[in-house]
């Protein structure tokens, strides 16, 4: 599986945003950028995808380096129920599960 | 919306018994995954069906099997339980149909052996 690399916490004040980076170098042409985020004792949470364009969507957007080599996150108002690990994951689609590496944990701060 | 069912949320065993978690995906989902997490870990990757059938294994113990049944749904069965076992077990669901497709993640059964 392609790696990915990420910073192992982060913080932010509530209400401001958030940029959450991630590095894979590593990455192949049939790679989808995944990102999941998990609260304490839930289940992962699924936030955005894409393969090689910038994605939006209600809870996130995806900014998608042009070589593809690195992505990042953006919370575009963090609220304390953004405090998560959040989690960058290739996966080449179909049915191939997703693994999870070490994550990002935010912290926000009221 | 209908979301990953899966029961029981909690369950306590004794060392050397044997323990069933059960999972229901979303409707129309065809494709089924298991995920151990332990305190303080990250989820790992158990094992996977499509289908009916294994389609990727993770790193699954010898004691523990599933199986994925007609209605889709599937089980974990785990034998010969350890203290090690004690984790959150989630199963998750997606529909394969294309690539970049969503895989969703269901609440989790806690798992404690004592």
């Known amino acids: 599986d392609a790696k990915t690399t990420q910073p192992n916490s982060m913080e932010s004040n509530e209400e401001e945003p958030v940029h959450l980076p991630c590095n894979h170098s590593?990455?192949?042409?049939?790679?989808?950028i995944h990102w999941y985020r998990q609260l304490p004792s839930q289940g992962p949470e699924y936030v955005i995808h894409?393969?090689?364009s910038n994605v939006n969507n209600r809870m996130a957007s995806l900014a998608i380096a042009e070589d593809r080599k690195s992505s990042t996150l953006i919370l575009h108002r963090a609220t304390l129920r953004d405090a998560a690990v959040y989690y960058c994951?290739?996966?080449?689609?179909?049915?191939?599960?997703?693994?999870f590496g070490k994550g990002t944990r935010l912290s926000v701060i009221a | 919306a209908a979301g990953v069912i899966q029961s029981p949320r909690h369950l306590i065993k004794e060392k050397r018994e044997t323990a069933t978690l059960k999972c229901y995906p979303i409707?129309?989902?065809?494709?089924v995954y298991w995920y151990q997490q332990g305190p303080g870990q990250d989820p790992q990757f158990l094992i996977s069906?499509?289908?009916?059938?294994?389609?990727d294994k993770g790193s699954i113990p010898d004691r523990f099997s599933a199986q994925q049944f007609s209605d889709y749904h599937s089980e974990l069965n785990m034998s010969s339980l350890e203290l090690g076992d004690s984790a959150l077990y989630f199963c998750?669901?997606?529909?394969?149909?294309?690539?970049?497709?969503?895989?969703?993640f269901g609440e989790g059964s806690w798992l404690t052996v004592v």
């Open positions: 998750a669901s997606s529909f394969k149909i294309r690539a970049g497709n969503t895989i969703y």
């Open positions: 590593t990455i192949s042409g049939t790679d989808y």
């Open positions: 894409g393969l090689t």
């Open positions: 994951i290739l996966r080449d689609g179909g049915n191939t599960p997703l693994v």
């Open positions: 409707p129309r989902h065809d494709t």
């Open positions: 069906f499509y289908e009916k059938m294994q389609s």
